[in-house]
């Protein structure tokens, strides 16, 4: 099937039902006939009775599994038995008919449409980006997507936009968009998307985003305190900056695609964080050593949020004391922590850290309790059982662009597994302290 024709799943099913005979046990029948009734994904086995006279009344008869027949007793469980007996219930045929709306998505209509030599892995799995579905689809799915999509729209309400990708992220673009087709529904890209309590409209078609990556945001972002300075390279449409701003994290944010510095500005806004968080449009190799600079020679401030409890007054002219002045917070002269979120070329950008703070050895340890920053740099690398072979190879990679040696089991070196992209091929973030040898270099 190419085309999909709903009348196809339409299907009458005789079973035996227990009719219940007085409304005051419906739920003790249900109670008692827990492993007796019908089982089907979306189908109720609660139905009103088909005979005429219970019917008129609005009586219920509750739909037994397939191997229970009305005529033979000796497929009763010993709780219908008992049931019967007691005339809560009688026992009747009932032709069930299901429609097209009652069937699942991959387990009923996707395996009945596919060929059997394609349902060794069904396309079940997609991404949701607003109310646009995203597929990826192989390349033996490819004769049925406009099939796939329609029934994926019609399954999920939410969902207004399918569409297909193309090309790899990145393949066609320096920017991480991807080609894609339209499969079914609106051709409005245009999304509206939630992360850590935090909102961002985008055109995804214009700029980076992966909803997969939710779990790793929050992740760095948990690592940030209050009053930190954190640098985000490749910034996006701020998944990270944004919710570091709200918790009043000082963030220089910046993405040198025009469309993603756009909505990332769009989301500053929208969030209430420009206190916070700084946006830029340029280069990350530049962006790195400008922002050090201004950070080094530009005072930047904020004032913390005051938390007013509410205030009870029994008498309306009793006085409410006045809340205490709100606390100035001024950022720190150096980095806490730079981000470089761009797995396929991150590592290259790290040779702009050598000489960062050249002449500015004063400012660290041990002339003062600052640390030199932590720096989180994705990358991708092979697949292997407990990453070990993964975090030698990611240490050399970091070694050679830093032109110093960094080790798996050097103090604060951290690799973290973020999640698998390919059968072979897992995304990783690198994190360690930048070493004094490179930054005063």
């Known amino acids: 099937m190419r085309t999909l024709d709903r009348s196809l799943f339409q299907q009458k099913i005789p079973l035996a039902a227990a009719r219940v005979l007085d409304d005051r046990h419906i739920s003790k ?88 030599e394609e349902q060794e892995e069904l396309p079940s799995g997609f991404t ?126 910046n993405d040198l695609n025009p469309d993603s510095y756009s909505s990332l500005k769009d989301a500053i806004k929208r969030n209430n964080v420009s206190k916070c968080v700084q946006p830029s449009n340029q280069d990350g190799r530049a962006f790195i050593r400008s922002s050090a600079q201004q950070l080094l020679t530009t005072r930047t401030t904020m004032n913390l949020r005051q938390i007013r409890k509410p205030v009870r007054s029994p008498i309306s002219s009793q006085r409410i004391p006045t809340p205490p002045p709100p606390t100035l917070l001024t950022a720190p002269k150096t980095f806490t922590h730079y981000i470089l979120n761009l797995p396929a070329t991150a590592l290259t950008f790290l040779p702009a850290f050598i000489g960062l703070y050249r002449t500015h050895e004063s400012l660290f340890y041990p002339h003062t309790d600052i640390k030199l920053p932590l720096i989180h740099v994705y990358c991708f690398s092979t697949k292997s059982d407990g990453n070990v072979e993964e975090k030698v190879k990611i240490c050399k990679e970091l070694s050679r662009y830093l032109e110093y040696v960094i080790k798996p089991e050097d103090p604060e070196v951290e690799i973290c597994d973020v999640r698998d992209v390919a059968p072979q091929k897992r995304m990783f973030c690198a994190s360690f302290r930048l070493p004094a040898e490179v930054a005063f270099r």
């Open 128 to 253: 949701m980006v607003g109310h646009v579905a995203h597929l990826n689809l192989r390349e033996s799915y490819l004769p049925y997507k406009t099939l796939l999509a329609t029934v994926l729209m019609d399954k999920n309400p939410h969902i207004r936009t399918v569409i297909n990708k193309v090309d790899e992220v990145g393949t066609q673009s320096e920017y991480r968009t991807f080609n894609y087709e339209l499969l079914a529904g609106d051709p409005n890209l245009n999304v509206e998307a939630r992360e850590q309590n935090c909102v961002f409209h985008f055109d995804y078609s214009k700029v980076y985003w992966n909803s997969r990556l939710n779990t790793e945001h929050t992740r760095l972002v948990g690592i940030f305190r209050t009053g930190d300075a954190v640098c985000d390279v490749m910034a996006g449409v701020g998944p990270f900056a944004v919710p570091a701003g709200k918790k009043e994290v000082f963030v220089w944010a």
């Open 29 to 116: 029948c249900r109670s008692d006939l827990t492993k007796d009734m019908l089982k089907i994904p979306r189908v109720s086995p609660v139905r009103t009775d088909q005979e005429g006279g219970l019917s008129s009344s609005g009586r219920k008869s509750l739909l037994l599994r397939p191997e229970i027949r009305e005529d033979d007793a000796s497929t009763w469980s010993p709780s219908l038995k008992e049931l019967v007996e007691a005339k809560k219930v009688t026992v009747a045929p009932y032709h069930l008919e299901l429609e097209y709306d009652d069937w699942t998505y991959s387990d009923d209509i996707i395996s009945s449409i596919l060929p059997e």
